[in-house]
């Protein structure tokens, strides 16, 4: 796996320490995040779940502001590029904690332009993935030959190809970019309503309601076209918000889920359990209709979390919960520099703590952090959080990276029926 390689071998020397949130060698470098004396309840003792997305343990960082959109189709040559193991989509945060020693000039990039484009491995893993997405810094800070940065992620970008056979391995490098666009997509029968009836009951909506409201009218018209009117629903931005929330509120707070379509379809990448192969087919997604429906196909799926060494089961789908307002599954970092996508659940089985609990760096303010490995194959698997005084009293950090996601496929494998939700399919392993 690519922590392997990002790995510093001074961490080493410490019993699994490239594991922990926090290393001797870096205390001073992160002093000035000292927040462990923080009150972060409200008194009820309620975690406060804005928290974790503000990366307080990265200490106090200047703001940089900002909100660039870059033109769609323009070509940047020598963007810097940063890889880490971890895909971040437009709208979501990145933290990064960046050394003297792998910046050097790359920093300069970073302050002039204040963006970059963060990259990743392909399906075959030898390969840079043709996709990334362009990433603006918004605070940073510089001590001591540190630099603790946040960004978020704005635009999909295309890699040129000319480019591409550079070392996917490399941390930093420079690429020539392409900005994609967010195409405006319609509705398929937006042009065909007369302009008097439109004014009275439109045949589509923005939003899922209106759309339902005159939806007899709506077959009525679709009678004229040669397909089903299911195939016109299907291709409804609304249809597809509707049918995707419904199918996540299983898990999910319906009201709670973005429906904006875009947001949406970003969110639902970040939040639900994905393949790394899965995710970037998403990234790949010229518009958001067709990200929504691949969604929609990936819902058909029951996942659990294993192992992603000896693939034995570590947690369910259904123990899923969120601690961030950014949802259940957020980007931290550790003072090493390592990046992990982390998913919080609720309870975990066939794991070992590893060391004492301890509150240093810690991501979520106020839990103490300890270290969690596979039970069969030693594996590191995450960290167990505890707290004496918010609730919920533990819960576990998995890191995205050191897992697998098993797929079960419900029987009846078609857009339209499997994903309706009827919970009461039969199931079979795929
Ligand atoms: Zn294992």
């Known amino acids: 796996m690519s922590e392997e390689g990002d790995r510093r071998p001074r961490f080493r020397r410490y019993v699994g320490s490239e594991n922990s ?77 960046l050394r003297d020693f792998e910046t050097d000039q790359l920093l300069e990039d970073i302050k002039k332009g204040y963006m970059f484009v963060l990259i990743s491995t392909g399906k075959v893993k030898t390969k840079l993935y043709e996709y990334g997405v362009i990433m603006e810094v918004y605070e ?27 070392n996917p391995w490399a941390r930093m490098q420079k690429l020539t970019v392409k900005i994609l666009g967010e195409p405006n997509i319609k509705s398929p029968i937006s042009n065909s309503q007369l302009q008097t009836l439109r004014a009275r009951r439109t ?36 249809y597809l918000v509707e049918l995707i929330t419904d199918n996540l ?11 904006d379509p875009t947001s949406l379809s970003y ?11 899965e995710r970037l087919d998403i990234l790949k997604c010229p518009s958001v209709l067709e990200r929504l429906r691949l969604e929609l196909r990936y819902l058909n799926m029951k996942r659990s979390l294993i192992c992603g060494r000896c693939s034995i089961e570590i947690a369910n789908q259904s123990d899923v919960f969120a601690m961030s307002r950014e949802g259940v599954q957020s980007n931290y970092c550790n003072p090493g520099g390592q990046v992990y996508e982390t998913i919080t659940v609720s309870e975990a089985q066939n794991y070992t703590t590893v060391g004492e609990p301890s509150k240093q760096f810690t991501w979520f303010p106020g839990y ?7 039970k069969c194959c030693t594996g590191h698997l995450g960290w167990l959080f505890t707290s004496n005084n918010h609730h919920p009293e533990r819960f576990f950090g998995l890191a995205h990276s050191c897992l697998d996601i098993k797929k079960i ?22």
């Not at 003792?45 to 974790?52: N, R, Y």
């Not at 509120?249 to 889920?257: I, N, P, R």
């Not at 969110?267 to 192969?277: A, D, I």
């Open 368 to 374: 103490a952090w300890t270290i969690i490995q596979c």
């Open 21 to 97: 949130l926090y290393s001797v060698e870096t205390s001073s470098a992160s002093s000035e995040s000292d927040i462990d004396d923080n009150p972060e309840s409200d008194g009820s003792g309620e975690f406060d779940k804005s928290l974790p997305a503000t990366h307080r343990y990265l200490g106090k960082l200047d703001n940089v502001g900002g909100y660039t959109i870059l033109d769609e189709g323009q070509v940047i040559p020598g963007m810097l590029a940063i890889h880490t193991n971890t895909l971040v989509f437009p709208g979501f945060t990145l933290p990064l904690v």
């Open 140 to 166: 940073t800070s510089a001590r001591r030959g540190v630099i603790n940065l946040k960004a978020k992620g704005r635009q999909r970008c295309e890699i040129l190809p000319d480019t591409m056979t550079r």
């Open 267 to 277: 969110w639902f990448v970040q939040n639900y359990q994905l393949t790394h192969e």
């Open 409 to 430: 496929k419900l029987m009846n494998d078609s857009d339209s029926n499997a994903v309706e939700g009827d919970e009461s399919k039969q199931m079979q392993v795929s």
């Open 249 to 259: 509120a299983k898990f999910y707070v319906k009201e709670h889920l973005p429906q």
């Open 203 to 238: 045949n589509f909506g923005s939003d899922y309601k209106s759309l339902m409201r005159n939806y007899k009218y709506r077959r009525y018209h679709l009678s004229q076209y040669p397909y089903a009117s299911w195939v016109y629903d299907h291709n409804e931005l609304s």
